[in-house]
């Protein structure tokens, strides 16, 4: 897994200081989540690609060189597998 930044506004630090209970990186995958679903992409088939990928050779900088979308990754995994 890969730790990013995320820059927050004060209102959500606050927020999450009141709630420390919240599993703020929860939020973030879930809105991730919303946000694929929103352009049709299934999160395991996603993961499912990645890791064929993965087991090709590629590293995730790869993976991110040769593609910036769903349908780039699926034919980078089909083309070296034919």
Do not use: K
Not at 45 to 67: C, F, H, M, P, S
């Amino acid at each position: 897994m890969i730790t990013r930044s995320v820059t927050i506004e004060e209102i959500d630090d606050l927020y999450l200081m009141w709630n420390d209970h919240i599993n703020a990186s929860a939020l973030y995958r879930r809105a991730l989540r919303e946000e694929m679903d929103v352009r049709g992409i299934d999160p395991d088939e996603l993961r499912d690609l990645v890791e064929r990928a993965r087991e090709q050779g590629y590293t995730l900088e790869e993976i991110a060189e040769n593609t910036n979308r769903f349908v780039d990754l699926q034919s980078l995994v089909e083309d070296q597998q034919c």
